[in-house]
């Protein structure tokens, strides 16, 4: 059986007063052993204070991206080395925002995963189509194609994935749970068929507009183990709502 991983994604949100505020809380809310793994993944201008508050504690620390060099003139950017050196355990990789906003392409995703596992951090690799490749049936064949990318050099540690249609994401309309769970699946046998019992360990998780009221509807889905969560997340009793809707009894797929 998977244990659910929830995570919030803060995107570009929150000073270091509201950051220490909001994990004070979420800490108090979380208690000693929470029934699902928690990620925070904050602005990196608040990992070091995130990593300090959370010392110790369940909730994990995660980053919204990193680069796969360990170092180097690379202006702006924050490598998966210094991620790790930080205590940070999970790193989003190729979220939409990222490839759709700052054209990353699938290879570049592809070396950013390979290089979490080097450094020891767990990707969460984002997956999804647009509206219009849905519309026009090709849901399906641009995942696939996004995680034969991703994954091309094999699957050599821990993975998340987040299952993201680009049109749920930051627009109050989330996917029919049918749909993900269809999509979940899929992703599911595709794991199982390329990478065989190590697919079987993969937790997959649904993003895009998930909120408390909605959340049981994905989480209680059999083929979905976590969420990845943005403007929902912001607020710490709205996420620990989330994080509460995906425990409890799990389907052992
Ligand atoms: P949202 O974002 O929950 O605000 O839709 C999800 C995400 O971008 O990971």
Redesign the pocket.
């Known amino acids: 059986m998977l244990k659910p991983v929830v995570a919030a ?1 803060w ?1 570009m949100h929150k000073t270091l007063k509201e950051a220490e505020d909001y994990l004070h809380r979420l800490l108090e809310l979380v208690g000693a052993e929470p029934p699902v793994e928690l990620v925070i993944c904050p602005s990196f201008t608040a990992l070091a204070l995130a990593a300090r508050v959370l010392a110790g504690s369940p909730i994990a620390l995660g980053a919204q991206n990193g680069h796969p060099q360990k170092e180097g003139a690379f202006t702006g950017e924050v490598s998966m080395h210094q991620l790790a050196d930080l205590g940070v355990r999970y790193v ?1 990789c190729g ?3 990222r490839r759709h906003l700052f054209g990353e392409t699938d290879a570049f995703v592809a070396e950013k995963v390979n290089a979490a596992w080097a450094y020891g951090l767990t990707p969460i690799l ?1 997956v999804g189509e647009t509206l219009e490749e849905r519309r026009a049936g090709q849901a399906w064949e641009v995942v696939e194609r996004q995680l034969r990318a991703a994954l091309a050099d094999g699957l050599s540690g821990p993975l998340v994935i ?1 299952y ?1 249609p680009v049109w ?4 109050g309309v989330p996917a029919q749970p049918q749909d993900a769970q269809d999509m979940a699946r899929r992703i599911r046998a595709w794991l199982v068929e390329h990478f065989g019992a190590a697919g079987k360990d993969v937790r997959i998780q649904y ?4 909120k408390p009221e909605n959340a049981h509807a994905f989480l209680r889905l059999p083929d979905i183990q976590g969420a ?6 912001l607020d710490p009793d709205a996420f620990w709502r989330i994080a509460l809707a995906a425990s409890g009894d799990r389907p052992s797929w």
């Open positions: 994604n995107k989003i979220h939409s925002e984002c987040a993201e749920a994401i930051g627009t993003g895009g507009s998930v990845l969560v943005g403007g929902a997340s």
